[in-house]
């Protein structure tokens, strides 16, 4: 093996799981099932998950007073005209049986007084179809459920490069306690989330750095729709508060709380039918709005009438104590934070990207089912069907020889992650414009720095995490540029209502010299 870095281990796999949320470890269970030998890889450790911090619930269909094309007709009306509506039917379609998968591995979801499965409403939804564990702990009920399963995890490792061949994906190079290691493997799944940490407040965890967007667009695949980064509308506000903020769930707004700004009026009046449970897009630009036109850095969210509210929310009711609120008598300060990437590295209802053995499922991948904003709790219900899908598609894989022959050393862009925050946040928040975005390219482009990925650093992991970060932003900034209109989740104030002209996504790969650049539209 040529080498560029000091290799210190190595394995064989038939397929490299990339993440330990719920799409890594469903497609790991799947693809075991199916008799391959998978190795699966997380940065953090077993609950430093997106998945973990789930508040809401699983979207699937109600047995009762529901419907495939209502569950299809709300989240399309929600994607705001771009999501794939074979897609959407197929996912859809899908979840009844990735839930009873789920529950026969052990999860167990919240019971109604009559015995069967409760279902909770929110935003954007027509019916009560959501369901939930632990009142508000659905995430951590799922992690709970497939960290049992027993399967091999190394914890505390880092993918810095996938490397391909002309037969597709030929293994990973990753970052262990052990030093960098190779693992050959004919397929690799990226299930690495999201990349919230690209904005000063988020509800992501710590390592939501755009790892798989970066290491999926170096080996060659597309991303799509990255420009649409949904602002949770109701994360608990603490003055000077940074990092990972706790959310408050809009199952909370479902149960009855409104929204009311600091002088006691409320916020969504007039402004949707749905007032305080409309999509997530609508209800962010109307508290940014109001915040904007009164001064204020927060609105209120008003719960008092809800009966039982510590017994229905009891991790929201903890993380409001531990800030001196209490939900049952004083009002919830609340602001928008960054909380999920609609878009992603394009991929088929199975997880396939255009990368032979290159596969992608969950928060980090962009089937067509989100469009321009995703509706609430559809998030776990795609990476629980994708996931299994995804598994199972690596079985196509085996038989493929797979040997990483040479570990290269690529030159790539590296930028501070405390500028890179704080222009994100300052210019391609909420609501954006031409000039904001075009100041973030250039305050990017004046403080990044060119060197080998693999090399000169002390700290290799959060080198990663700085080259996705900065690859990321660039690619999200070019995106947001490219969208001249106000559409889902992407707001711009210089062009405020949506064009019928760029009713489609605009996909973007790296070009030969490494830079992000549009490709073919995707109607």
Not at 17 to 45: D, E, F, Q, Y
Not at 161 to 190: C, K, M, N, R, W
Not at 389 to 405: K, N, P, S
Not at 437 to 456: C, F, H, N, P, Y
Request: hydrophobic share 40%; glycine share 14%; proline share 5%.
């Amino acid at each position: 093996m040529t080498t560029r870095v000091s290799i210190g281990w190595e394995a064989e796999a038939d397929l490299v799981v990339i993440g330990g949320g719920v799409a890594g470890l469903t497609a790991a269970r799947t693809a075991s099932l199916r008799g391959l030998r998978v190795l699966t890889l997380s940065k953090g450790g077993p609950t430093d998950t997106s998945t973990q911090y789930a508040q809401g619930g699983i979207a699937v269909v109600a047995p009762h007073g529901d419907s495939v094309e209502s569950h299809m007709h709300d989240t399309v009306e929600a994607g705001a005209g771009l999501c794939d509506a074979d897609a959407v039917r197929s996912i859809v379609e899908g979840g009844r049986a990735a839930v009873t998968a789920l529950t026969d591995l052990g999860a167990v979801f919240d019971l109604g007084r009559d015995g069967q499965i409760s279902r909770t409403r929110e935003g954007g939804h027509s019916t009560r179809r959501i369901i939930h564990a632990g009142g508000d702990a659905t995430g951590a009920e799922v992690q709970r459920a497939l960290n049992e399963a027993g399967l091999p995890v190394l914890f505390g490792s880092a993918v810095a490069e996938i490397v391909t061949g002309p037969g597709g994906v030929q293994g990973v190079v990753a970052v262990s306690d052990q030093g960098f290691g190779v693992v050959h493997a004919p397929a690799v799944l990226l299930a690495t989330g999201g990349l919230g940490r690209l904005y000063a407040l988020s509800t992501n965890p710590p390592g939501a750095t755009a790892d798989g967007i970066a290491l999926g667009l170096w080996a060659g695949a597309s991303v799509a729709d990255l420009e649409f980064v949904q602002f949770h509308p109701t994360v608990l506000y603490t003055p000077g508060g940074t990092g990972r903020r706790p959310l408050i769930s809009e199952a909370v707004r479902g149960e009855g709380a409104t929204l009311v700004d600091t002088e006691g009026n409320a916020v969504t009046a007039g402004v949707h039918p749905r007032g305080d449970l409309a999509p997530r897009d609508v209800v962010s630009r109307a508290i940014a709005g109001r915040m904007r036109a009164l001064g204020a850095d927060h609105v209120y969210l008003d719960a008092r009438a809800i009966d039982s509210f510590p017994q229905r929310f009891p991790t929201i009711t903890a993380s409001c104590l531990a800030a001196g609120i209490d939900p049952r008598t004083d009002l919830i300060p609340v602001a928008p934070a960054a909380h999920y990437q609609c878009g992603g590295l394009v991929t088929d209802t199975h997880g396939r990207t255009g990368v032979p053995g290159l596969y992608a499922a969950g928060e980090v991948a962009r089937t067509g089912l989100h469009g321009a904003n995703r509706l609430a709790s559809n998030s776990l219900l795609e990476g629980l069907v994708v996931g299994e899908r995804a598994g199972a598609a690596a079985a196509e894989r085996l038989g493929e020889r797979a040997t990483v022959t040479e570990v290269g050393a690529r030159v790539t862009e590296y930028a501070d992650r405390d500028s890179v925050q704080q222009s994100m946040t300052t210019h391609a928040s909420v609501v954006r414009d031409g000039a904001g975005l075009d100041e973030a390219l250039k305050r990017l482009d004046d403080v990044v720095i060119r060197r080998e990925t693999l090399s000169g650093t002390a700290h290799p992991i959060a080198g990663i995490e700085d080259a996705a970060l900065t690859l990321a932003a660039r690619t999200l900034l070019l995106a947001a540029v490219a969208r001249t209109e106000s559409r889902g989740c992407h707001t711009r104030s210089d062009h405020p209502e949506p064009v019928r002209a760029l009713r489609y996504s605009l996909p973007m790969r790296l070009n030969s010299d490494g830079a992000p650049e549009h490709t073919t539209p995707t109607p």
